[in-house]
């Protein structure tokens, strides 16, 4: 029977080619406009390490100004910290891993015929590898003892590695990172988790850093946070160790906690430590100590504005729109067909049997339109790659590593397509079969 349906659909879309077209058009232009903002959503939204979401927090404290807080909107602390203390809650054993970091900038030099470029460089702690589930290409991260004292150890990225080496395989080999010479430990693996959730500050979409060194570099030749310095309180500020005992707030921490009974430790803790301070005169606001996981840390920042989301219901009401469209369109191809219809009627077809052959017809249209809505989004977002590009002149990082086609763009379309077409062609199909065959044959 199915066979039997598909071939009248066939006949039907032969008889109505403009109608057909404009049908397929209509369904496809709303399925692309859809796919392409929901795929720029879901990867913007989107928790790149959803699997630890449970155990990875960023810590925040409140030492601000308690007559102007940082974020009066919000209430909430500062989202980077001291040095002084990170330095206590580092030494905590109660993490199962633990990260204070902050991004500088290095020249890198002396390495084969590359001439010198300056390149965006992590200074870290050894866990950020392990807790961040970064991915090697060759060799590895280095050990927690190599923080402090700093040992000559760096890890670059594979697009850095490229440059340097040619991608070949340079764990052992030696370069000048601001005139000092370091060994190569590692190479990562392509990286490039959206948003970048540990460290937002210089955009949520920009690409990781190319370097990464022992965090104890930091202090030792005295590198400053590129993106991110806070500071709120009249101190002198003469000398870098004046900027680490100061309150400016410059470097980030994050701590794995791999159950409830460790978060809570954790966070005493920090609560202990905010009351011993306090009495010393510093973290003058009311206590604001936060364990925040990566879920919650993005909504925090506001990493998806209201705009994109204003956007995706735009684009939904643009869908329902083109189905409007294509009920009308569908109406006026099965009235069209009505003296088909109604003699299939006569010869003894049920409305059951009428209104499963229409939905056949329904289910043809939104299989085309799925597919060419899916080939016109994959353009979409290609051509907005290339304009993003251009405006950055070639350079890769910020919005434009969003306009990539992926599987969830696939199951949208196929779901867009299926459940929005029938749900328009529903409507046709049962007013055509609930008809009388009398009113089609009058057409005759």
Request: proline share 5%.
């Amino acid at each position: 029977m199915f066979g039997y349906y598909l071939r009248l659909a066939l006949r039907s879309f032969a008889r109505n080619r403009g109608i057909t077209v404009l049908m397929v058009l209509a369904i496809a232009l709303g399925i692309a406009v859809c796919v392409m903002t929901l795929t720029v959503y879901h990867a913007m939204s989107g928790n790149p390490i959803w699997w630890k979401n449970d155990r990875l927090y960023a810590v925040t404290m409140d030492n601000w100004d308690p007559n102007h807080p940082l974020n009066p909107k919000t209430d909430l602390p500062p989202p980077e910290m001291t040095y002084k203390d990170t330095q206590f809650l580092l030494r905590s054993t109660i993490p199962l891993r633990k990260v204070v970091m902050y991004s500088t900038e290095g020249v890198i030099s002396d390495a084969g015929a590359v001439r010198p470029m300056e390149v965006a460089t992590r200074v870290t702690t050894a866990d950020f590898f392990a807790m961040f589930e970064v991915p090697f290409l060759y060799g590895n991260g280095w050990s927690a003892s190599a923080d402090q004292p700093a040992q000559p150890l760096i890890v670059l990225s594979r697009a850095e590695n490229e440059r340097l080496f040619g991608g070949a395989n340079s764990v052992g080999r030696t370069l000048r990172w601001n005139d000092h010479e370091f060994r190569v430990i590692g190479v990562l693996d392509d990286w490039f988790p959206r948003p970048r959730y540990y460290d937002l500050n210089g955009g949520a979409f920009v690409l990781p850093d190319a370097a990464y060194i022992p965090y104890g570099w930091g202090s030792e030749l005295q590198l400053f946070n590129k993106e991110e310095n806070d500071c709120w309180r009249p101190e002198k500020l003469d000398t870098f160790k004046d900027y680490e005992a100061s309150d400016c707030v410059w470097q980030q921490m994050w701590v794995e906690l791999p159950d409830a009974a460790s978060r809570e430790r954790f966070q005493s803790l920090m609560d202990g430590y905010w009351v011993e301070q306090r009495k010393a005169g510093r973290f003058p606001r009311p206590k604001n100590n936060r364990l925040t996981n990566v879920s919650q840390w993005l909504r925090d920042n506001q990493v998806v504005a209201n705009d994109n989301r204003v956007l995706v219901g735009l684009a939904f009401a643009f869908l329902a729109l083109c189905l409007l469209n294509t009920v009308g369109l569908l109406l006026a191809k099965f009235l069209n067909g009505a003296a088909v219809t109604g003699i299939r009627r006569a010869l003894g077809a049920s409305r059951r049997q009428i209104f499963a052959q229409l939905l056949i017809e329904v289910a043809i249209v939104s299989l085309l339109g799925a597919l060419l809505g899916l080939a016109l989004a994959a353009l979409g977002l290609i051509a907005v790659h290339h304009l993003y590009a251009a405006a950055h002149l070639g350079e890769r990082g910020g919005y434009q590593e969003l306009m990539h086609f992926d599987a969830v763009g696939v199951v949208w379309a196929v779901i867009l397509a299926f459940v929005a077409t029938l749900a328009a062609g529903f409507y046709p199909a049962w007013r055509i079969g609930r008809l009388s065959p009398a009113v089609y044959l009058k057409s005759q």
